[in-house]
């Protein structure tokens, strides 16, 4: 064996026995098992934790309801109720025209059941219960937020363009949210965890501003374009979530990422976040009309 072979070896020996010493061990290396995540080193890893259950429960109803797979959560932490837009049956979701949309849209839904699964199963019995979800009015009221009064009765159910406009009001605040609580979590395993999920929540928010930006000429709704909305909504979720946000498109041309000038992923505090997602209700409204769960609400 090489001095080299072995010199590695005893630095992954040292490693794995100060992890262990913290109370670490194999969940460091990815290996979290049920349950794990309910008493971490520190107190304030399952609140923060908790925080993004709370937001992936939403992102899952949004997607599953799409796909006719909503019973599938509903099945997931508790009995409230999911809203949904009148005429959307959420076991047999809506019709899409476009096959890569579609095909996009039920890999995304698949991946934000799976991060739910994920984080109920490791939390444990410290996993807050799924809170009240709005899809229908919450909707309708970012509408016509973003447009000024212009739009009203937006259901991004009632067709492809109008989804993926939906999507794009939820993806980026994932992203700018993992990354916000980043810095609050204490534990290397939970810390490396919520950073495979927020790369999970990046590539989401990079395929539906993709497909956007090719629709951007598209006339979506009361004579607006594509742009022109997505600018809307970026302009509204800045105006409430800490003035970060960017729309499809800049100076340089196309933007397919929520970034800074340092080409870095905007952070979010959990203030700035639920800011946006209760459209500037104080403690509860919008998409959660009774607020989060846990302790960050």
Known sequence: MKITDMTEQHSRRAALATLGKLGLGAAALGLVQPGSLAAPAKDIDPLVLNFALNLEYLEAAFYLAAVGRLKELQAIGGGAEIRLPAGLDGSMGMQFK??????????????????????????????????????????????????????????????????????????????????????????????????????????????????????????????????????????????????????????????????????VAYARTTNEVLNIVYLGGKGKGGFYPNGLNGAIK
């Open 98 to 263: 476009d096959g890569n949309v579609e095909a996009i849209v039920k890999d995304i839904a698949e991946d934000e059941l799976a991060h739910v699964k994920f984080l109920h199963a490791a939390l444990g019995k410290a996993a807050v219960v799924r809170p009240v979800l709005d899809l229908g009015m919450a909707f309708d009221a970012a509408g016509q937020a973003a447009s000024g009064g212009k739009i009203k009765g937006f259901n991004p159910y009632a067709n492809d363009l109008f989804f993926l406009h939906g999507a794009f009001i939820f993806e980026d605040v994932g992203v700018t949210a993992y990354n916000g609580a980043a810095t609050l979590i204490t534990n290397p395993a939970y810390l490396q965890a919520a950073a495979g999920i927020l790369a999970t929540e990046a590539a989401h928010s990079g395929a539906i501003r993709t497909l956007l930006y090719q629709q951007r000429q598209v006339t979506a709704a009361a004579g607006l374009y594509v742009g022109q909305v997505i600018a809307a909504i970026s302009a509204l979720r800045g105006k409430v979530g800490g003035g970060k946000d960017v729309g499809l498109s800049d100076n340089t041309g196309a933007v397919i990422a929520a970034a800074d000038k340092n080409g």
